[in-house]
């Protein structure tokens, strides 16, 4: 008999709780792969990721063989074809359990319940993990028993549950890695067919992410070794390397979360939120990673493309083609606007300090509707992850949960001004501007080669507000 381990965005072997059990069984294991068009063209995932993605399975496909686990790679059309699929492979591979680590967005929910009543049918034990965030979703709740609405009570309820189990160090600990197992006779697909089962026009070069655990891992310490300390004042500063650029590792699952807060709390002697303001401001930005992914469990309608607060539904987003296609290829006459959408479009990955002000330049500025925008973050971003990303987006559209007060807007220039003082941000990404001052650099008056606004900035701002100030006095009625 043996026990397999189906991997989807925990693409790793260290401290892998589906894994970990499977390998506690002290059984054969089998590793799985599915790949699935239909649900790639469904939840938009981006090109660059899907580059990074295949790339990692090479590099898993070669540490889990260390392990003596074959990893098997597959292919179906349709999402509804998976528990089938994971049927036969069991069958084939003699299995008796199926391991998996839990996702929350509600299509996922609903794939793997599937997959549980099929196969429990089949009298195939099926154990679903909780690996993407620390402590599960369900599990911080107020005095009412309900879920958090507002971060910052959410984690400091976070932090009362984890703290008493840390002091002994325990809780934040990894798992061991699994040991070598005994050898299968069955051997791993090849690289070849892992490459196979991407669309090489579905892909796009990846190659500036390195890949695999070795390599984020020394990435962590870099950070904290070099930049932890300073993490509270520089993060904002998109020319200074201030911020640990895991997104997209933590995304696929590369690293855990609790691999990263275990370093830091190394690094600080087991303080969470003390000495080392830096540090205690880069787990509270993991602890947001953990809030999103908790709102689409309590909250699922988030899933279904509806914002958290109903009332907003009524807001009337314009639809504007060339104003929208102006922000996707970063020609809005914003320079820090633009200078961040072209990092988007050639890196897969942006300042989280420019995804605020994108945001916000887009739903507030433009009145274009925060799913549109959301979308196309997805299809570019190396590190799309929809808890995050949504949260993001109806957090800067004045939609979502413990969202920016729809009254308090960015001024994309003077958020230029502040956090872009030298305009090096700017100049790198759009060279034609290299050559202006720094106090023209943020708003060129008239520049070669470069668009006026596409929208005047205080005109939009006032508009919105008294959008959003009308559908809430009728929210109020
Ligand atoms: C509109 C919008 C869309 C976003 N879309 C995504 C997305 O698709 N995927 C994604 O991982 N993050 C997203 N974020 C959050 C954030 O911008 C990125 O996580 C961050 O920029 C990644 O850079 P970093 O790894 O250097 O972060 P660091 O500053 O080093 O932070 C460490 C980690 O904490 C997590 N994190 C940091 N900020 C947030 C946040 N606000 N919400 C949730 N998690 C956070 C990330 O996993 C990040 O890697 C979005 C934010 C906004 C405003």
Same mark, same amino acid.
Request: include cysteine; charged fraction near 20%.
């Given at each position: 008999?043996?026990?397999?381990?189906?991997?989807?965005?925990?693409?790793?072997?260290?401290?892998?709780? =589906?894994?970990?059990?499977?390998?506690?069984?002290?059984?054969?294991?089998?590793?799985?792969?599915?790949?699935?068009?239909?649900?790639?063209?469904?939840?938009?995932?981006?090109?660059?990721?899907?580059?990074?993605?295949?790339?990692?399975?090479?590099?898993?496909?070669?540490?889990?063989?260390?392990?003596?686990?074959?990893?098997?790679?597959?292919?179906?059309?349709?999402? $509804?074809?998976?528990?089938?699929?994971?049927?036969?492979?069991?069958?084939?591979?003699?299995?008796?359990?199926?391991?998996?680590?839990?996702?929350?967005?509600?299509?996922?929910?609903?794939?793997?319940?599937?997959?549980?009543?099929?196969?429990?049918?089949?009298?195939?034990?099926?154990?679903?993990?909780?690996?993407?965030?620390?402590?599960?979703?369900?599990?911080?709740?107020?005095?009412?028993?309900?879920?958090?609405?507002?971060?910052? =009570?959410?984690?400091?309820?976070?932090?009362?549950?984890?703290?008493?189990?840390?002091?002994?160090?325990?809780? %934040?600990?990894?798992?061991?890695?699994?040991?070598?197992?005994?050898?299968?006779?069955?051997?791993?697909?090849?690289?070849?067919?892992?490459?196979?089962?991407?669309?090489?026009?579905?892909?796009?070069?990846?190659?500036?992410?390195?890949?695999?655990?070795?390599?984020?891992?020394?990435?962590?310490?870099?950070?904290?070794?070099?930049?932890?300390?300073?993490?509270?004042?520089?993060?904002?500063?998109? =020319?200074?390397?201030?911020?640990?650029?895991?997104?997209?590792?933590?995304?696929?699952?590369?690293?855990?979360?609790?691999?990263?807060?275990?370093?830091?709390?190394?690094?600080?002697?087991?303080?969470?939120?003390?000495?080392?303001?830096?540090?205690?401001?880069?787990?509270?930005?993991?602890?947001?990673?953990?809030?999103?992914?908790?709102?689409?469990?309590?909250?699922?309608?988030?899933?279904?493309?509806?914002?958290?607060?109903?009332?907003?539904?009524?807001?009337?987003?314009?639809?504007?083609?060339?104003?929208?296609?102006?922000?996707?290829?970063?020609?809005?006459?914003?320079?820090?606007?633009?200078?961040?959408?072209?990092?988007?479009?050639?890196?897969?990955? %942006?300042?989280?300090?420019?995804?605020?002000?994108?945001?916000?330049?887009?739903?507030?500025?433009?009145?274009?509707?925060?799913?549109?925008?959301?979308?196309?973050?997805?299809?570019?971003?190396?590190?799309?992850?929809?808890?995050?990303?949504?949260?993001?987006?109806?957090? $800067?559209? $004045?939609?979502?949960?413990?969202?920016?007060?729809?009254?308090?807007?960015?001024?994309?220039?003077?958020?230029?001004?502040?956090?872009?003082?030298?305009?090096?941000?700017?100049?790198?990404?759009?060279?034609?501007?290299?050559?202006?001052?720094?106090?023209?650099?943020?708003?060129?008056?008239?520049?070669?080669?470069?668009?006026?606004?596409?929208?005047?900035?205080?005109?939009?701002?006032?508009?919105?507000?008294?959008?959003?100030?009308?559908?809430?006095?009728?929210?109020?009625?």
């Amino acid at each position: 008999m043996t026990a397999i381990v189906w991997f989807r965005h925990d693409l790793r072997v260290a401290d892998n709780p =589906a894994l970990a059990k499977a390998c506690d069984l002290k059984k054969g294991v089998v590793a799985v792969y599915i790949h699935c068009q239909s649900w790639i063209t469904k939840h938009q995932i981006a090109p660059i990721q899907l580059d990074f993605i295949r790339r990692h399975l090479v590099v898993l496909r070669q540490s889990l063989l260390e392990k003596n686990i074959p990893l098997k790679v597959y292919s179906v059309k349709k999402s $509804s074809d998976i528990p089938k699929l994971l049927l036969k492979i069991a069958s084939e591979y003699q299995a008796d359990h199926l391991f998996f680590n839990a996702e929350y967005p509600v299509d996922e929910i609903e794939r793997d319940l599937e997959v549980n009543r099929q196969l429990s049918a089949n009298s195939i034990q099926v154990k679903r993990c909780h690996d993407r965030v620390i402590i599960p979703p369900g599990m911080i709740l107020n005095g009412q028993g309900e879920p958090y609405k507002v971060f910052t =009570a959410f984690k400091n309820k976070w932090l009362q549950t984890i703290m008493p189990l840390t002091s002994t160090g325990q809780a %934040m600990q990894p798992l061991p890695t699994p040991k070598k197992l005994p050898s299968l006779t069955l051997e791993p697909d090849t690289e070849e067919s892992i490459n196979k089962l991407f669309k090489k026009t579905d892909l796009k070069d990846s190659s500036h992410w390195q890949v695999g655990e070795k390599i984020v891992h020394k990435k962590l310490m870099q950070f904290i070794d070099n930049h932890i300390t300073d993490y509270k004042t520089n993060r904002d500063f998109p =020319a200074i390397d201030g911020t640990s650029s895991l997104s997209p590792y933590l995304a696929l699952g590369v690293i855990s979360p609790r691999q990263a807060i275990h370093q830091v709390l190394q690094f600080t002697h087991g303080e969470w939120d003390g000495k080392n303001a830096g540090a205690g401001c880069w787990i509270s930005e993991l602890i947001w990673r953990e809030f999103y992914q908790h709102i689409l469990v309590s909250f699922p309608h988030v899933c279904k493309r509806q914002p958290m607060q109903a009332y907003t539904e009524a807001f009337p987003w314009r639809s504007d083609k060339n104003l929208f296609s102006a922000w996707c290829e970063g020609k809005t006459g914003i320079p820090i606007v633009d200078a961040a959408m072209r990092q988007l479009l050639a890196t897969g990955w %942006m300042h989280n300090r420019l995804r605020m002000v994108v945001a916000m330049f887009l739903t507030k500025n433009c009145q274009i509707d925060w799913r549109m925008g959301e979308t196309f973050f997805m299809q570019h971003l190396i590190d799309g992850d929809f808890s995050a990303n949504n949260g993001g987006w109806q957090w $800067s559209a $004045s939609t979502g949960t413990d969202a920016a007060p729809y009254f308090r807007i960015f001024n994309p220039i003077s958020q230029s001004e502040k956090f872009d003082p030298n305009g090096n941000f700017i100049r790198y990404w759009l060279p034609e501007l290299a050559d202006l001052s720094t106090k023209e650099i943020h708003c060129p008056k008239s520049a070669k080669n470069y668009p006026a606004p596409v929208v005047d900035l205080s005109e939009s701002r006032k508009s919105t507000i008294a959008i959003f100030a009308a559908i809430q006095s009728n929210k109020v009625k």
